[in-house]
T-cell receptor, first 114, second 112 residues
Framework: DGGITQSPKYLFRKEGQNVTLSCEQNLNHDAMYWYRQDPGQGLRLIYYSQIVNDFQKGDIAEGYSVSREKKESFPLTVTSAQKNPTAFYLC?????????????FGPGTRLTVT | GQSLEQPSEVTAVEGAIVQINCTYQTSGFYGLSWYQQHDGGAPTFLSYNALDGLEETGRFSSFLSRSDSYGYLLLQELQMKDSASYFCAVLISSGSARQLTFGSGTQLTVLP
C-alpha cells in the first residue's frame, strides 16, 4: 500500500537535546512538507522540499533543520534552539503537477520535551 | 503575510446541514482547500477550489468567491462520523512553489 509513514508515534526528550523525526513516502511524490500543530491550532509550515537536495523555509523554520537526500525521505531535526518544541509534527507529500494540489499526510509524531 | 478566519466551533444535529465559512487575506492566492482532521489523526483532503463557484463531492460541497476573498464548506445529511475539525487552507503561489497556509480550524460537533 502506498502512503506516508512517520516514526515514532510518540517521542519524549529532555531539554537541550536534538531529536530527528522520520518521514518516508512511497507515493513517488516530488514535494514533501513538515508542519507543526499546537493544541487547538491550525498547521504551520516549517520546511518544504520540491526536489531532492533542495528545500525552502516555511513560516516557522527557526530551530529546525531538514535534509532531502532521497526522494522518499524528508527527516526533520528539532534542535535545542527551538524554544517550544513540544507539539504534534505532521509530514505531508504531494505531486508537483496536480489539479487539486492535494497533500497526503502521515499519522504524525507527538513530541514532548521536558 | 496571510491570514484566514473561520469559526472556532460549530454544533449541529444528525441529518442537518452546516456551513463553515472562511475568509482570507493573502497575496499570491492560487486556490482554497479544505481538510478534515479527526482528533489525534492526520488531516485528509476534502476539496479544492481554484475558480469561483460551487464544487460538489457527495455530501460535501465547497464554494469560492475570489472577489470577496471568501469560501465555505457545506456539509449535508450530517452523520456522527463528521464530528471533526475542518481547516480551510489557501494555496499560495511563489514562483514555481505552491504552499498551503492553514486556518485555525473549526471544531464540528454532531449531536444525535
Amino acid at each position: 500500500d502506498g502512503g506516508i509513514t512517520q516514526s515514532p508515534k510518540y517521542l519524549f526528550r529532555k531539554e537541550g537535546q536534538n531529536v530527528t523525526l522520520s518521514c518516508e513516502q512511497n507515493l513517488n511524490h516530488d514535494a514533501m512538507y513538515w508542519y507543526r500543530q499546537d493544541p487547538g491550532q491550525g498547521l504551520r509550515l516549517i520546511y518544504y522540499s520540491q526536489i531532492v537536495n533542495d528545500f525552502q523555509k516555511g513560516d516557522i523554520a527557526e530551530g529546525y533543520s531538514v535534509s532531502r537526500e532521497k526522494k522518499e525521505s524528508f527527516p526533520l531535526t528539532v534542535t535545542s534552539a527551538q524554544k517550544n518544541p513540544t507539539a504534534f509534527y505532521l509530514c505531508a507529500s504531494s505531486m508537483m503537477s496536480t489539479a487539486t494540489y492535494e497533500q497526503y499526510f502521515g499519522p504524525g509524531t507527538r513530541l514532548t520535551v521536558t | 503575510g496571510q491570514s484566514l478566519e473561520q469559526p472556532s466551533e460549530v454544533t449541529a444535529v444528525e441529518g442537518a446541514i452546516v456551513q463553515i465559512n472562511c475568509t482570507y487575506q493573502t497575496s499570491g492566492f492560487y486556490g482554497l482547500s479544505w481538510y478534515q482532521q479527526h482528533d489525534g489523526g492526520a488531516p485528509t483532503f476534502l476539496s479544492y477550489n481554484a475558480l469561483d463557484g460551487l464544487e460538489e463531492t457527495g455530501r460535501f460541497s465547497s464554494f469560492l468567491s475570489r472577489s470577496d476573498s471568501y469560501g465555505y464548506l457545506l456539509l449535508q445529511e450530517l452523520q456522527m462520523k463528521d464530528s471533526a475539525s475542518y481547516f480551510c487552507a489557501v494555496l499560495i503561489s511563489s514562483g514555481s512553489a505552491r504552499q498551503l497556509t492553514f486556518g485555525s480550524g473549526t471544531q464540528l460537533t454532531v449531536l444525535p
